[in-house]
């Protein structure tokens, strides 16, 4: 029967390209390296390695076994790896519910650092709207949660700021709110207005229907194309709509009782149904650390 380490000894010479390469990558007598390829040969009943040249060069059969030695000691790092993590009281997973207009690069990067540091765990990322990132994080369905904080006390788990991010009023330059010098809540009225709405029908506190015909969509990127194809104006995060209004697709309104935008806060959701551990206590720290770097979720003027 062949050994994990027979195959180590077998992928490492078809790595290194030769025998004595090999012994000097695992520190190992070059006699050792050639009797356990020989001892391996025996094992499966096939021949690995031509050794008509200097060079050993694989033998068809070798060329077929290659893939499937690396597959085996791939799976047995993994196995190591899974005990180590078990030993250290890592978490099998993690789930992280996202706001979507929330996510962005900076905040993927940061996400994706764990990677290296906890090899094991599985990651799962569910981005959608704030108030269904609640409902997972309330049910124990996601770990933590990036949402838009309305203010209210979250009895049944645990929060803290992250910063902020800036709303525009936003619609297309044919319609007709962006020919005016400044637009009150009554033009806003009497036009068609696109609303971000969850899964569950809940609409966000500050950007609720006050319109009395509107469109509805559960992401702020389906609203900007429906305010660029003028169906109506919208109330969107500054980072999605920056580039929109760059590019003249659309462009912000001044609106009276918002000139600047509004400001509200992003949070972070912490669940109570699930223990603390390695993985989400460095989720945490991450996103604090990010935190006090980005301060805003608003591009800087």
């Given amino acids: 029967m062949y050994s994990l380490e027979q195959l180590k000894i077998f992928v490492a010479v078809c790595e290194t390209g030769s025998f004595s390469a090999a012994a000097r990558q695992l520190k190992r007598a070059q006699s050792g390296v050639s009797q356990a390829i020989a001892n391996l040969e025996i094992a499966i009943d096939k021949t690995l390695f031509s050794r008509d040249k200097n060079i050993p060069s ?31 009281g890592d978490e099998y997973e993690l789930v992280i519910a996202i706001d979507e207009s929330v996510i962005n690069d900076q905040l993927m990067k940061v996400i994706s650092s764990l990677a290296n540091q906890f090899p094991i765990t599985e990651f799962e990322i569910i981005t959608t709207s704030t108030f269904d990132v609640e409902e997972l994080v309330r049910t124990g369905v996601a770990h933590i949660g990036i949402i838009y904080v309305n203010g209210e006390l979250k009895s049944d788990m645990d ?37 971000h709405r969850s899964a569950q029908k809940k609409e966000l506190w500050f950007s609720y229907k006050i319109s009395p015909t509107a469109w509805y969509a559960n992401t702020h990127m389906s609203l900007i194309e429906l305010v660029k194809n003028n169906i109506g104006w919208a109330v969107v995060p500054e980072l999605l709509a920056h580039q929109q209004i760059q590019e003249g697709h659309v462009i912000s309104l001044p609106v009276s009782h918002e000139y600047d935008g509004w400001l509200t806060v992003v949070g972070c959701l912490v669940s109570r149904s699930h223990a603390s551990g390695p993985v989400l206590e460095s989720v945490i720290n991450l996103l604090k650390g990010y935190c006090m770097l980005n301060k805003h979720w608003i591009i800087k003027q």
């Fill in 159 to 195: 929060f803290f700021t992250l910063g902020h991010a800036r709303f525009l009023t936003i619609a297309s330059p044919q319609h007709p709110l962006s020919a005016l010098p400044l637009v009150c809540e009554a033009d806003l009225k009497a036009h068609r207005q696109c609303v």
């Fill in 58 to 88: 694989l033998t068809p059969h070798g060329e077929a076994l290659l893939p499937i030695a690396k597959s085996i000691l791939h799976q047995q790092q993994y196995f190591d790896h899974k005990v180590e993590s078990l030993a250290k």
